[in-house]
T-cell receptor, first 113, second 111 residues
Framework: DVKVTQSSRYLVKRTGEKVFLECVQD?????MFWYRQDPGLGLRLIYF???????EKGDIPEGYSVSREKKERFSLILESASTNQTSMYLC????????????FGPGTRLTVT | GIQVEQSPPDLILQEGANSTLRCNFS?????LQWFHQNPWGQLINLFY???GTKQNGRLSATTVATERYSLLYISSSQTTDSGVYFC?????????????FGKGTKLSVKP
């Protein structure tokens, strides 16, 4: 079974803090993604990576950065957390170029106060 | 970009009833998945079905790619089926490899 894990299920941070969300997959997938999910707006892509050290902006990259130093791990970084980044963050991974099934982690509910 | 519409937005069923959820998409796709989001927020993979028909227990799905729709059937529903069901697609030519999600169908199964 494919397993995608995320470092925290729930996280509470203060405005201005630097926040790290980590995602690890165990299926040797090339592609990894970070989405955020908000009521009324659905799931939106923040960043994705198709190889180690490679990254591409998604639809809403502002205020975020990412790091992929190892194939199995993809980190999302909030350089200076703001209240409008309170959201559910979902990591996903898949093989290849999109013709394969995509698998999601359990999600991290981040609250920024 | 590609549009994904799901219907109905909300559905309330009595335990044991059957239901059909629909997903329409506006362009050709090379990937279509159905997910169930549980109350804790995790997206559970139900089907990977860019075309054809698949069955898994009480659930089955059909995608008619030429007519740009997919259907998810739930038979003999149980309270544990409650949650939000999402359809997600990736269209040909999409450069990012990510899935585009519909807004979901919120299903409530009453005992």
């Amino acid at each position: 079974d494919v397993k995608v894990t995320q470092s925290s299920r729930y996280l509470v941070k203060r405005t201005g803090e630097k926040v790290f969300l980590e995602c690890v997959q165990d299926m040797d997938h090339e592609n990894m993604f970070w989405y955020r999910q908000d009521p009324g707006l659905g799931l939106r892509l923040i960043y994705f990576s198709y190889d180690v050290k490679m990254k591409e902006k998604g639809d809403i990259p502002e205020g975020y950065s990412v790091s992929r130093e190892k194939k199995e791990r993809f980190s999302l970084i909030l350089e200076s957390a703001s209240t409008n980044q309170t959201s559910m963050y979902l990591c996903a991974s898949t093989h290849g170029t999109g013709f394969y099934e995509q698998y999601f982690g359990p999600g991290t509910r981040l609250t920024v106060t | 970009g590609i549009q994904v519409e799901q219907s109905p937005p909300d559905l309330i069923l009595q335990e044991g009833a059957n239901s059909t959820l629909r997903c329409n998409f506006s362009d050709s796709v090379n990937n279509l998945q159905w997910f169930h989001q549980n109350p804790w927020g995790q997206l559970i993979n139900l089907f990977y079905i860019p075309s054809g028909t698949k069955q898994n227990g009480r659930l089955s799905a059909t995608t008619v790619a030429t007519e740009r729709y997919s259907l998810l059937y739930i038979s003999s529903s149980q309270t544990t089926d409650s949650g939000v069901y999402f359809c997600a697609v990736r269209n040909y030519g999409g450069s990012q490899g990510n899935l585009i999600f519909g807004k979901g169908t919120k299903l409530s199964v009453k005992p």
